[in-house]
């Protein structure tokens, strides 16, 4: 089973920045593609990131220029930094491991842009 921990999600400042983490294990890390989805209230969930170790790495159209997608090998961990963030970034940030057909995902974390 494919488990994946978040963590640093919160209310930060419009321009702010925010990183989230999703640990895991090496052997998923080395195996899956690793990303970032979210999902605002009443959107559908939508790509921010993907990459894979010794893969390539891809943005949505609203991460472009802003975040970015890391693996941490040392911590076991995908991280996603996000700077100059915009209300439109609200929403619920979700880690997923995909590989062929198999999706698995986090338990979701709350993301709130606001003054």
């Known amino acids: 089973q494919v488990q994946l921990v978040e963590s640093g999600g919160g209310v930060v400042q419009p321009g702010g920045s925010l990183t989230l983490s999703c640990t895991t294990s090496a052997d998923i890390l080395n195996l899956y593609v690793m990303g970032w989805y979210r999902q605002a209230p009443e959107r559908q969930r939508e790509l921010v990131a993907t990459?894979?170790?010794?893969?390539?790495?891809k943005y949505g159209a609203s991460a472009k220029g802003r975040f970015t997608i890391s693996i941490d090998q040392s911590k076991k961990a995908v991280l996603l930094q996000m700077n100059d963030l915009k209300p439109e970034d609200t929403a619920v940030y979700y880690c997923?491991?995909?590989?062929?057909?198999?999706?698995?995902w986090g338990q979701g974390l709350q993301v709130t842009v606001s003054a």
């Open positions: 997923n491991a995909a590989r062929g057909i198999l999706r698995n």
């Open positions: 990459t894979k170790i010794g893969g390539s790495t």
